[in-house]
C-alpha cells in the first residue's frame, strides 16, 4: 500500500512538471520565433554584418529591437514593427549611455529598486523604458529620450493604493 502511494506521488510530480514545462515552452515559443524572424531579416540586409543582441519593446505597440553591427563596424539599434517591416536604425555612437539615464533617475528619486532597463522606439523616439520602484514602494514606467536623456512620458502605479 505505501509504495502505491509513493508511486502515486511521483506520477503526480511527473505530470505537473511536464504540464509546467509544455506551459513555458507555449510562452517562450513566440519569442524564439520573433528572434528568428529578426535575425534573418538582419543577415539578409547587406548592411549587416552581425546580430548581436535581441529583445522585444512593448510600447504603444510591439517593437522588436535588433542590436546589430554593420559592416563599416559601427553598431546600431535597428527597429522593427510587428509586421516585421524596419521602422528605424539608430547608431549606438548616437544613443545616451543608459547609466546616465539611471544616474538621472537616482538623483531625481534617490534610492530606487531598478528591475529593467530597455532601449525601444515610441512616438517616432528612441527612448529608454526603464521601470523601477521607488522607496514608497510606487512602480514607475519612464521614458527617457535616447538620445539626451529627457523625460519622455512616466507612468506610475502606487504601492499604497493611492493614485
Known amino acids: 500500500m505505501r509504495s502505491w502511494i509513493i508511486l502515486g506521488v511521483v506520477i503526480l510530480v511527473l505530470l505537473l512538471g511536464l504540464g509546467v514545462y509544455g506551459f513555458f515552452q507555449t510562452i517562450e515559443a513566440p519569442k524564439e ?12 540586409d547587406e548592411d549587416a554584418e552581425t546580430f548581436d543582441d535581441f529583445h522585444v519593446f512593448f510600447g504603444m505597440e510591439t517593437i522588436y529591437v535588433a542590436t546589430t553591427t554593420q559592416t563599416d563596424g559601427d553598431q546600431y539599434y ?3 514593427d510587428d509586421s516585421y517591416e524596419q521602422i528605424e536604425r539608430v ?14 533617475v537616482r538623483s531625481e528619486h534617490g ?3 531598478l528591475r529593467e ?18 522607496a514608497d514602494n510606487t ?3 519612464d521614458y527617457y529620450t535616447a538620445e539626451d536623456g529627457e523625460s519622455f512620458k512616466r507612468y506610475r ?4 493604493g493611492e493614485a
Open 33 to 44: 520565433e520573433q528572434k528568428e524572424a529578426v535575425a534573418w531579416l538582419v543577415s539578409e
Open 78 to 80: 535597428w527597429f522593427y
Open 91 to 104: 547608431p549606438l555612437a548616437d544613443v545616451m549611455d543608459e547609466e546616465t539615464v539611471i544616474d538621472g
Open 111 to 113: 534610492d530606487i529598486d
Open 117 to 134: 532597463v530597455r532601449i525601444g522606439y515610441e512616438e517616432e523616439e528612441t527612448v529608454y523604458e526603464l521601470i523601477y520602484t521607488d
Open 139 to 141: 512602480l514607475y514606467y
Open 157 to 160: 502605479l502606487s504601492g499604497s
